[in-house]
């Protein structure tokens, strides 16, 4: 079981990215993924999660309305795009996969990607 994060980089306030995390080595279908970040000194918190039943929650209440969540089972990859980026956004993004279910815990979470880093900055 694989996942590799991607498409994090260095974007002005007010910008827009989307992050990408493919699946390898198991079937995308029956998890969950969740975004999870973590920025200098702080804990890591669950930005937004996708279901095997393509249901999505978004735990951070600063993205709301500004990060969403979609998933292409066939291309085994889940996208977070991102816009009106803001410099409390800066940190490193990761996603996870679970079995079937969302969860805003990190504990609850299997399987881990390397991370991308995200900065915002002017």
């Known amino acids: 079981v694989q996942l590799q994060a991607f498409g994090g980089g260095l974007v002005q306030p007010g910008g827009s990215l989307r992050l990408s995390c493919a699946a390898s080595g198991f079937t995308l279908d029956n998890y969950a993924i969740g975004w999870f970040r973590q920025a200098p000194g702080k804990e890591r918190e669950g930005v937004s999660c996708?279901?095997?039943?393509?249901?999505?929650?978004t735990y951070a209440d600063s993205v709301k309305g500004r990060f969403t969540i979609s998933r292409d089972d066939v291309k085994s990859t889940v996208y977070l795009e991102m816009t009106s980026l803001k410099p409390e956004d800066t940190a490193i993004y990761y996603c996870a996969a679970r079995a079937y279910r969302c969860s805003a815990s990190r504990t609850a979470f299997n399987y881990w990607g390397q991370g991308t880093q995200v900065t915002v900055s002017s």
């Open positions: 996708i279901d095997s039943g393509h249901n999505s929650w």
